[in-house]
Nanobody
Framework: QVQLVESGGGLVQAGGSLRLSCAASGRTFSNYAMGWFRQAPGKERECVAAIQWSTSSTYYAESVKGRFTISRDNAKNTVYLQMNSLKPEDTAVYYC???????????????????????WGQGTQVTVSS
C-alpha cells in the first residue's frame, strides 16, 4: 500500500532553515502530484507547495514564495521541502500528500484543495521561535 513518511521537522529560531523529507513507497509516483500542506492550531490545513512529479512543475502559496523550495529525487522516491528564512507564523504540523488526478490535471484549484489528495503522511511538527 502507499506510504508517505515525513521527517525533518523540529524547533528552529526565526530566520533559520529546515529541510523536510517525504519518502514515498507502494507505487510509481511518476504521474502524481506531491503536495506539502501545513496546519496550525485552530486553522485550516493549507497547501504551501506542490510538485508535479513527471515535469517538476511547481506551485507555491504566496506566503512562502521566495523562501520555500520543493523538489523531488526520483532515485530515492523522495520529495523535499527546503524552508529558509523561517518565521514564527510558519509554525505548524507539515504533511506530505499525493494524488494522481491532481498530478494529471495540474489544476491550481485541485492543487490547493486538501480534499483532492488521496494519500497522506502522518505529519511532522515545525516550530519557529521568535
Amino acid at each position: 500500500q502507499v506510504q508517505l513518511v515525513e521527517s525533518g521537522g523540529g524547533l528552529v529560531q526565526a530566520g533559520g532553515s529546515l529541510r523536510l523529507s517525504c519518502a514515498a513507497s507502494g507505487r510509481t509516483f511518476s504521474n502524481y502530484a506531491m503536495g506539502w500542506f501545513r496546519q496550525a492550531p485552530g486553522k485550516e490545513r493549507e497547501c504551501v507547495a506542490a510538485i508535479q512529479w513527471s515535469t517538476s512543475s511547481t506551485y507555491y502559496a504566496e506566503s512562502v514564495k521566495g523562501r520555500f523550495t520543493i523538489s523531488r529525487d526520483n532515485a530515492k522516491n523522495t520529495v523535499y521541502l527546503q524552508m529558509n528564512s523561517l518565521k514564527p507564523e510558519d509554525t505548524a504540523v507539515y504533511y506530505c500528500a499525493a494524488d494522481l488526478l491532481v498530478g494529471s490535471t495540474w489544476s491550481v484549484t485541485l492543487i490547493r484543495n486538501r480534499y483532492a489528495y488521496t494519500y497522506w503522511g502522518q505529519g511532522t511538527q515545525v516550530t519557529v521561535s521568535s
